[in-house]
């Protein structure tokens, strides 16, 4: 696909200087040279345009806010003052896959005072004597060539800033996962709560269910109380004679 078509692919309705990374990585470019790219991306930070056949990149637009470029295998072998010029904030630069042979060649890039990070895999000047010392005499704000600094110490995978944002995103996670477990256990708690207040409810229920078959039994006794004593008598008799109907009837029969 050509590269202004794929650029206006990437874009997605978007206005350029809406856009922070752009990846226009295995398109074409016919001439060699950039096409379709602005200074309108005034916003842009990221910018990857990998195997696209770039014979130079004279025509990069000026995109101040520009950290990360990625130009590995394409074909550039020298114009690197241009980068010094349009990008002037940049920090990472893969030149990887190129045609860069010599040492001076990369001279320019000492105007990038900003610059942290080199990558030279597979050019040819990564094949010359003291390789690596002469690159970081030449640019001595690198702090990564190749991905190893002066002492061999591997770069991290990502930069210190977005590790720094993941490690706030996990630390907040936990915290959630924190909050979310003491909730769980006040829930718990609130549970068990509400468990004991039934069964003490319960409890005084029946109490109160005793305490009132006790007040009437009670309530039954202080009547028979108050009665004279001829009206106490009389209703114990009846009491009796509903309890012993049979004796009643044996009594009529011997009457007969």
Same mark, same amino acid.
């Given at each position: 696909?050509?590269?202004?078509?794929?650029?206006?692919?990437?874009?997605?309705?978007?206005?350029?200087?809406? /856009?922070?990374?752009?990846?226009?990585?295995?398109?074409?470019?016919?001439?060699?040279?950039?096409?379709?790219?602005?200074?309108?991306?005034?916003?842009?930070?990221?910018?990857?345009?990998?195997?696209?056949?770039?014979?130079? /990149?004279s025509n990069l637009p000026k995109l101040n806010k520009l950290r990360k470029l990625e130009l590995s295998d394409n074909r550039i072998s020298g114009g690197l003052e241009v980068?010094?010029?349009?990008?002037?904030n940049l920090t990472h630069l893969n030149l990887s896959g190129n045609k860069i042979k010599d040492i001076n060649t990369l001279e320019p890039l000492k105007k990038l005072s900003?610059?942290?990070?080199?990558?030279?895999?597979?050019?040819? /000047? *990564? *094949?010359?004597?003291?390789?690596?010392?002469?690159?970081?005499?030449?640019?001595?704000?690198?702090?990564?060539?190749?991905?190893?600094? *002066?002492?061999?110490?591997?770069?991290?995978?990502?930069?210190?800033?977005?590790?720094?944002?993941?490690?706030?995103?996990?630390?907040?996670?936990?915290?959630?996962?924190?909050?979310?477990?003491?909730?769980?256990?006040?829930?718990?708690?609130?549970?068990?709560?509400?468990?004991?207040?039934?069964?003490?409810?319960?409890?005084?229920?029946?109490?109160?269910? /005793?305490?009132?078959?006790?007040?009437?039994?009670?309530?039954?006794?202080?009547?028979?109380?108050?009665?004279?004593?001829?009206?106490?008598?009389?209703?114990?008799?009846?009491?009796?004679?509903?309890?012993?109907?049979?004796?009643?009837?044996?009594?009529?029969?011997?009457?007969?």
């Open positions: 696909m050509e590269m202004k078509k794929r650029l206006n692919l990437e874009l997605r309705n978007k206005k350029p200087a809406e /856009v922070k990374e752009l990846v226009l990585d295995n398109c074409r470019s016919d001439d060699g040279k950039i096409g379709g790219l602005s200074s309108d991306f005034e916003n842009l930070e990221f910018l990857s345009m990998i195997n696209v056949n770039l014979l130079s /990149v980068l010094a010029e349009k990008t002037p900003h610059l942290r990070s080199l990558d030279l895999f597979n050019c040819e /000047v *990564t *094949t010359l004597i003291s390789y690596r010392d002469s690159i970081f005499t030449l640019l001595p704000q690198l702090t990564y060539l190749d991905g190893f600094d *002066t002492n061999d110490k591997e770069a991290p995978d990502s930069d210190p800033e977005v590790d720094g944002l993941e490690d706030e995103y996990d630390e907040n996670g936990e915290e959630g996962e924190e909050e979310d477990e003491e909730d769980e256990e006040e829930l718990d708690e609130d549970a068990v709560d509400d468990e004991e207040d039934e069964e003490d409810l319960d409890g005084e229920e029946e109490e109160d269910g /005793v305490d009132d078959e006790e007040e009437e039994e009670g309530e039954d006794e202080d009547d028979d109380e108050d009665l004279p004593q001829g009206e106490k008598r009389k209703r114990e008799i009846e009491d009796e004679g509903e309890d012993d109907p049979d004796e009643d009837d044996d009594d009529d029969e011997e009457d007969d």
